[in-house]
């Protein structure tokens, strides 16, 4: 990639949710932005936009990270996964998900799209994750409604489904 | 806020980046995961002219046991080496530091070099690899140097790293026969920054105690073994010369009171490690 320019518009290219994705982006957008403003993906929330949060966590190559403490030109080529590709399609929930809405995990619901992309990434890499590993996740992620107990235990119950199960 | 206008260049070499930082002087910034440095940007705390993204160099993403060492490429993520295998074997007070370090949600970003080069005073690695008498590798386009860690920090997130020079690899002594590492840290909350940081070292002939979050940089002392009876002065007396910071989070007082106390718990966890 040549040294692109700040003031102008460069195309970017990378997967979103196992779809090939492009637009335009200054070098100072930042990916939480991008997400939401050129694609329109908008379940990627922004909270403090200084990494403190977790709610504008995604999955970059595999490994949840903060989209807004990654500008969208470091991501050409990379594969993104958000909250939105977790269900298998728009009326449906996954078993994640399934567990945060019959647990009240959430509450506003603003905090819960980047939650659910590191429990996902947890399960499926660690699938017997104990309960310490679980709240070590957690505490990258600030809620401001439940109190994190109804959190836990939406956890812990989507664990215990998914273990045995194949996971999506 | 949004961050201020800059261009970016994410080279595929070592050479074209130290080109490009040479050429552009103070006003371009390395770019490595960018966990320290995106917040700075959102907030106009830096305002550079270019960032030089680093992590595309291939020849920078090693991590390799080379001399009785662990030698970090700069474009090595903290969560890669997490998952380092025998990382604990290897080196302990590594996999025992790294936990502390912000969350799984910014390890699996930031890099070991970023963290060494951000030079935070409350910052794990700089006080392990401090603690270990590591080696920080650094490199210009003129020139490559290595520097004792000791000698690297200088002050509040200041180093003697020089403008054009990149911090290519950092390397911590591999962990040798009889020795035993402890980490401990007192923070508000998980993966907040430390109030104070403690880490331990003790081998067959001496014990070492480094301290971060107290003074405006780690600081390393040679400590009397635990069991005698000369180590609560020699921790009292570090206590004082590290000319604990007071800040929202805590009094210079509670931070010596810190030293004193976590200060000794490590040393003896250290020594029980040792068995
Ligand atoms: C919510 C949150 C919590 C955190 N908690 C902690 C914590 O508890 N402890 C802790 O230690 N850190 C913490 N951090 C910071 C840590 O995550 C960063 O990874 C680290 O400080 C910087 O590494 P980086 O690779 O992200 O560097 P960047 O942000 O990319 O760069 C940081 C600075 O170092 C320079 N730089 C980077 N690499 C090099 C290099 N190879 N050579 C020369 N200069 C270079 C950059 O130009 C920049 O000035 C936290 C961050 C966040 C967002
Ligand atoms: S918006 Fe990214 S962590 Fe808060
Ligand atoms: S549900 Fe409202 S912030 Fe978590």
């Known amino acids: 990639m040549p040294r692109l320019n700040g003031e102008r518009r460069h195309r970017i290219a990378f997967t979103l949710d196992g779809k090939p994705v492009s637009g335009e982006a200054e070098p100072r957008l930042l990916l939480s932005d991008f997400l939401r403003h050129v694609i329109g993906e908008t379940g990627t929330h922004v909270g403090c936009e200084q990494g403190i949060c977790g709610a504008c966590t995604v999955e970059i190559d595999g490994r949840p990270s903060r989209s807004c403490l990654t500008l969208a030109v470091q991501v050409e080529g990379a594969e993104i996964r958000t909250v939105a590709g977790l269900a298998a399609g728009p009326e449906t929930l996954c078993v994640l998900q399934e567990a945060f809405r019959a647990r009240h995990g959430l509450q506003c619901g603003f905090c819960t799209g980047g939650i659910l992309v590191s429990l996902n990434a947890l399960f499926r890499d660690k699938p017997e994750a104990s309960e310490a590993e679980i709240r070590e996740v957690l505490s990258g992620h600030l809620c401001r409604c439940t109190g994190y107990v109804s959190i836990m235990e939406a956890a812990l119950a989507a664990q215990k489904r998914l273990s045995g199960k194949t996971h999506a | ?275």
């Open chain 2, 1 to 275: 806020m949004k961050p201020p206008r800059f261009d970016y260049f994410a080279p595929q070499s070592s050479a074209e980046a130290l080109a490009a930082l040479a050429e552009e002087g103070g006003e371009a910034f390395i770019l490595a995961g960018g966990q320290s440095l995106l917040p700075l940007l959102t907030m106009r705390l830096a305002r550079p002219r270019l960032l030089i993204d680093i992590m595309r160099i291939e020849e920078w993403r090693e991590i390799r046991l080379e001399g009785g060492a662990i030698r970090i490429g700069a474009g090595v993520r903290q969560a890669e080496l997490e998952s380092f295998p025998g990382l604990a074997r290897h080196q302990p007070l590594l996999a025992l530091a790294l936990p502390f370090v912000g969350h799984p949600q910014t390890r699996s970003r930031g890099t070991v070099c970023g963290s060494i080069a951000f030079a935070d005073p409350s910052a794990e690695l700089p006080l392990a690899l401090l603690a270990l008498e590591g080696q920080v590798h650094l490199r210009s386009r003129q020139r490559a140097r290595s520097l004792a860690a000791a000698d690297f920090f200088t002050g509040t997130m200041a180093s003697a790293r020089a403008e054009d020079e990149v911090i290519e690899a950092v390397s911590f002594p591999v962990a040798g026969e009889g020795c035993g590492y402890a980490f401990r840290e007192v923070t508000r909350r998980g993966g907040d920054f430390a109030i104070a940081a403690f880490a331990a070292f003790v081998d067959e002939r001496s014990a070492r105690l480094g301290v971060g979050g107290v003074a405006d940089r780690p600081f390393l002392r040679f400590m009397p073994r635990p069991g005698t009876k000369d180590l609560d002065e020699a921790l009292d007396a570090f206590a004082f010369d590290l000319e604990a910071r007071e800040d929202l989070h805590a009094s210079a007082r509670y931070r010596r009171e810190l030293v004193r106390r976590l200060g000794r718990l490590a040393l003896e966890e250290a020594e029980r490690c040792r068995a």
